[in-house]
Structures are given as structure tokens and as C-alpha cells.
């Protein structure tokens, strides 16, 4: 079992919905998790970082984590072409930090 | 904002050439790290180090050497060049427990 999954999709949504992304991982002892935006052929930037459980919201992003279940997501709401993206899920089971497959955001206008 | 450099976007080698690619970060960053990726496969971590001389091996070190003789700067080495070895290279850094800052990236080429 990968210690940080995500579907690899694509994912497609229409410009203008909520985009819902998902990651479980499998260290019940991690603490801290990130998510990436990595855009084709460019580097992973980091949007987003999420500590505690519950919802962190920053402009159209929300990062929601759920310990007990061992999951975490990223909602973009009002989703535009220029979110078309692949969002790489990142994970600190220990002191280093694990990243997820990835999974590839598509929104058509 | 932090910055990570990397000496180049895009290099294009021979078969058994030495071939060297560089870091450099200006965060003082005690953690600085080297990654593979290709499609299909993610991020695959080559190695990293944890402070100036230490070195240790991530999970695909076979063919890949490194060097931090200066806290800022990073260097992976790829001692012999081979067409499997033809991938998007990226350098991150980052303090402990925490998250990392990716640079531009440098697309290898072996031919």
C-alpha cells in the first residue's frame, strides 16, 4: 500500500463548478499535509498547507483534513481553465515529507 | 519569498558523459533534496542532505551521486550518463518536518 494515494484521473469539471480532490494516507501519526499545484512541464508550487482537522479556506481553495478517517482534500471553487493543473497531495508521516501520484485537474470552458 | 535556482531548464547529453546539475537555495535551508520524474511514475526521491557533507540515499540512488559542500548549494552528479536516465530533474528544499520549495526544474536529455 502507497503511504499517500490519489486518484490519478483526469478529473473534469466545467468552468465555473466545485473541483474536489482526494487524498488518504496511511500513517495515522502524520501531522502535517500540503498540496501542490504542479502545471505541465513546470514545477510542484505549493497553494495550500493543512495542520488541524477541519476546513482551512485561502481565496477560491479549501483544504480539509479528516484524522480520524485519514483523509484530505482541496476544494477549488469557481473553477477556471487556468486550475487545469495536476495537484500532488503531500504528507509528513515522520520528518520527511511524502507526496501523493498526483491527480490531473481538467476544467473545460 | 524563497528561492531555489537550478543551473538549467534544459540539457541535452550524451551516452557516458558526466553530467552535473546544480542547486542553490537562499533560505538557509538545513534540508535539500533531489528528485526524478516521469510520467506515470511521480516524484521519485534520488537523495538528500540534511546538512553541509551528509548525504543520504532516497529511493532511486543507483547512477546518481551528490555533493553539498556549501549550506546553499547542491549538486547531483550523474557520473555516467544513459538513455534511462532522460527525465525531469528537480531540486527542493525545506527545513525539517516541513514543507519544501521546488525549483524551475531541469529537463535532462540523454542521447
Known amino acids: 500500500q502507497k503511504e499517500v494515494e490519489q486518484n490519478s484521473g483526469p478529473l473534469s469539471v466545467p468552468e465555473g463548478a466545485i473541483a474536489s480532490l482526494n487524498c488518504t494516507y496511511s500513517?495515522?501519526?502524520?501531522?502535517?499535509f500540503f498540496w501542490y499545484r504542479q502545471y505541465s512541464g513546470k514545477s510542484p508550487e505549493l497553494i495550500m498547507s493543512i495542520y488541524s482537522n477541519g476546513d482551512k479556506e485561502d481565496g477560491r481553495f479549501t483544504a480539509q483534513l479528516n484524522k480520524a478517517s485519514q483523509y484530505v482534500s482541496l476544494l477549488i471553487r469557481d473553477s477556471q481553465p487556468s486550475d487545469s493543473a495536476t495537484y500532488l497531495c503531500?504528507?509528513?508521516?515522520?520528518?520527511?515529507?511524502?507526496f501523493g501520484g498526483g491527480t490531473r485537474l481538467m476544467v473545460k470552458p | 519569498d524563497v528561492k531555489v535556482t537550478q543551473s538549467s531548464r534544459y540539457l541535452v547529453k550524451r551516452t557516458g558523459e558526466k553530467v552535473f546539475l546544480e542547486c542553490v537555495q537562499d533560505m538557509d535551508h538545513e534540508n535539500m533534496f533531489w528528485y526524478r520524474q516521469d510520467p506515470g511514475l511521480g516524484l521519485r526521491l534520488i537523495y538528500f542532505s540534511y546538512d553541509v557533507k551528509m548525504k543520504e540515499k532516497g529511493d532511486i540512488p543507483e547512477g546518481y551521486s551528490v555533493s553539498r559542500e556549501k549550506k546553499e548549494r547542491f549538486s547531483l552528479i550523474l557520473e555516467s550518463a544513459s538513455t534511462n536516465q532522460t527525465s525531469m530533474y528537480l531540486c527542493?528544499?525545506?527545513?525539517?518536518?516541513?514543507?519544501?520549495?521546488f525549483g524551475p526544474g531541469t529537463r535532462l536529455t540523454v542521447l
Open positions: 503531500a504528507v509528513i508521516p515522520g520528518n520527511m515529507l511524502t
Open positions: 527542493a528544499s525545506g527545513g525539517w518536518g516541513n514543507e519544501q520549495f
Open positions: 500513517d495515522r501519526g502524520s501531522q502535517s
